[in-house]
Each structure stands twice: as C-alpha cells, then as structure tokens.
C-alpha cells in the first residue's frame, strides 16, 4: 500500500497569525501529530509536557509535546503535536482524522469525509 499525504497547518492558538504549512503523511498507526521542533518554535510554541511514545519497532521513547491548531481539508481542530527532531517527516495522526470525521480509504489510498464524526459509546 501507498502513502497518503495532505497539507496541514499548524497555527498557535496565541497567536492565530502565525502558522506553518506543510505536506503531513497520514499515519493512522500513530495516535498524536508529529512536526519538526524548529518549525512549532518558529509560530511560538513551546514544550508543554513530555510523553512516552512506543515506536513501530517496540522501542519507548520520551518526547516533548505541544498543542495547536490543526488544519487540513476545510476542518480545523485542537490537538497534541510531538516535538519532532530536525529532518522528521510531519506526521497526521489518527485523533486529528477522528475529531473532524475524516478517515482513509486504503483501497484509493485517500481521505474520505465520513457523513458525520462518530461518537462511540454514546446510545
């Protein structure tokens, strides 16, 4: 299967002025989003706190987190962003898709807009 890829943009919330776009893979094997520390510090985000984060490999790691605005396809939502390592390809992940209703579609290898966003356990 290929890859899926869309443009974000991440805004502080602070500062709604200031943004950073860029072409996010969509990984809907990672729960919070990834971005590149410099370009978060850049729109005037900082650390917020740090999490441990299992990798594909198994392997725990500690890594800092911030929040903002998340953008992409026409939906704006609040999320977590890992404080990723210079040269870490942006990563969508799958809390960000759920929250606005949007989900992959692996057979076209493309985000589709479910009819509503899905409120589980609610009767």
Partial sequence: MGATH????????AQPDKTWEALFLVDTGATDCLAPRKHL????????????YELADGSE???????????FMGEIVGGTIIMGDEGA???????ALESVGIEVDPVNQRLKRLPAVRLKGLA
């Fill in 6 to 13: 869309v443009t974000v943009t991440i805004r502080n919330p």
């Fill in 41 to 52: 510090e850049a729109i005037g985000l900082e650390a917020r706190g740090r999490r441990i």
């Fill in 61 to 71: 790691h500690v890594m800092e987190v911030t929040v903002a605005e998340i953008e």
């Fill in 89 to 95: 390809e942006p990563l969508l992940g799958v809390t």
